[in-house]
């Protein structure tokens, strides 16, 4: 089972900065098949990413993913005020699908 | 516009057997070309991966889960469910259905509101 580590474990920021979460895996990530995730309090997980840089419909371009092999990365270049969120990180490349812990993106 | 909605037992006993049930709008099961999944989320904790099921009946269960779970599918109602015998106190958690965007694609690009599932004496 490939284990998926997120960090920082909690990321404080302020509107308009930019946001850098990684996501590191336990072993390589066949064909890049990563998935990152955006969760708001009392709400399902939204896709954010998949194929570890393609954005999922709706999602705006301030979101990008990249990496590859072990080591991903989710960028969000300005924050808006419903960017404050817990993010996670999921593979599909392997026998079966494991999620990161998470990062929470929190206001500074 | 895909929905999902699941249903259920939202206080299962220990020792007992949690049963949901997801139904689907907006898309028909019946056509293939997705894997439906269930995941869950305990209070405060993050997300696992449970299982998945085809339109055909095939399943793929998470290895730590297998021997406890049980998935299948209606399609003359749209719908699909999941078994998980002998409960404990660890499954509580808010369990979410979600669709997959191609059978081989195990992402989770639309998810359920989720169900809340208690497990308490």
Not at chain 2, 50 to 67: A, D, M
Not at chain 2, 82 to 99: I, P
Request: net charge positive.
């Amino acid at each position: 089972e490939i284990v998926l580590t997120q960090s920082p474990g909690t990321l404080s920021l302020s509107p308009g900065e930019r946001a850098t979460l990684s996501c590191r895996a336990s072993q390589s990530v066949s064909t890049n098949y990563l998935a990152w995730y955006q969760q708001k309090p009392g709400q399902a997980p939204r896709l954010l990413i998949y194929g570890a840089s393609s954005r999922a419909t709706g999602i705006p371009d301030r979101f990008s993913g990249s990496g590859s092999g072990t080591d991903f990365t989710l960028t969000i270049s300005r924050l808006e005020p419903e960017d404050f969120a817990v993010y996670y990180c999921q593979q599909y490349g392997g026998s079966s699908y494991t999620f990161g812990q998470g990062t929470k993106l929190e206001i500074k | 516009q895909l929905q999902l909605q699941e249903s259920g037992s939202g206080l299962v006993k220990p020792s007992q057997t949690l049963s949901l049930t997801c139904a689907v709008s907006g898309d028909s099961i019946s056509s293939g070309g997705h894997s439906w999944s269930w995941i869950r989320q305990p209070p405060g904790k993050g997300l696992e991966w449970i299982g998945y099921i085809y339109h055909t009946g095939t399943t793929y269960y998470s290895p730590s889960l297998r021997s406890r779970v049980t998935m299948s599918v209606d399609r003359s109602k749209n719908q699909f469910s999941l078994r998980l015998n002998s409960a404990t106190a660890a499954d509580t958690a808010v369990y979410y259905c979600v669709r997959s965007p191609q059978t081989w694609l195990i992402y989770f690009e639309s998810w359920g509101q989720g169900s809340l599932v208690t497990v308490s004496s």
